[in-house]
């Protein structure tokens, strides 16, 4: 996981926002890898690159994530990013949109 936070933070305008040392006393075996929980921000327009994308979306099994943001006009980027995904099995979007949200809430029901 530590390599993996490494690589990402040579992309252009990344940077770690929290976490990214190895846990401390503790039991799990280090074939497994034992993290604290991290985050690292990757540019949203860095994400879509093709030499970037792969690096970026690699599910990682732990308490690793990656943050970007995105303005209202950026919306078809952050589509198009969540739709070249082979499995979408850890992607969200957030917003504070009210227009967003209850769209988000009738799509629910």
Same mark, same amino acid.
């Given at each position: 996981?530590? !390599?993996?936070? =490494?690589?990402?933070?040579? @992309? &252009? %305008? ?14 799990? &075996?280090? /074939?497994? %890898?034992?993290?604290? &929980?991290?985050?690292?921000?990757? #540019?949203?327009?860095? /994400? ?5 994308? !792969?690096?970026?979306?690699?599910? /990682? ?5 990656? @943050?970007? !943001?995105?303005? +209202?006009? +950026?919306? #078809? ?5 969540? !739709? ?11 917003? =504070?949109? #009210?227009?967003?949200? +209850?769209? +988000?809430? /009738?799509?629910?029901?």
């Amino acid at each position: 996981m530590l !390599e993996h936070m =490494n690589k990402l933070l040579k @992309v &252009p %305008g990344s940077k770690l926002l929290f976490g990214g040392e190895e846990l401390k006393n503790h039991s799990i &075996p280090s /074939i497994y %890898g034992a993290l604290k &929980p991290t985050a690292v921000f990757v #540019p949203l327009e860095e /994400i879509l690159k093709d030499g970037n994308y !792969e690096l970026v979306t690699r599910e /990682i099994f732990g308490p690793f994530q990656i @943050v970007t !943001e995105y303005k +209202q006009d +950026q919306l #078809p980027l952050v589509l198009n990013a969540l !739709e070249r995904m082979h499995a979408h099995l850890t992607a969200a979007v957030v917003s =504070n949109d #009210p227009l967003f949200l +209850q769209l +988000q809430l /009738i799509s629910c029901q």
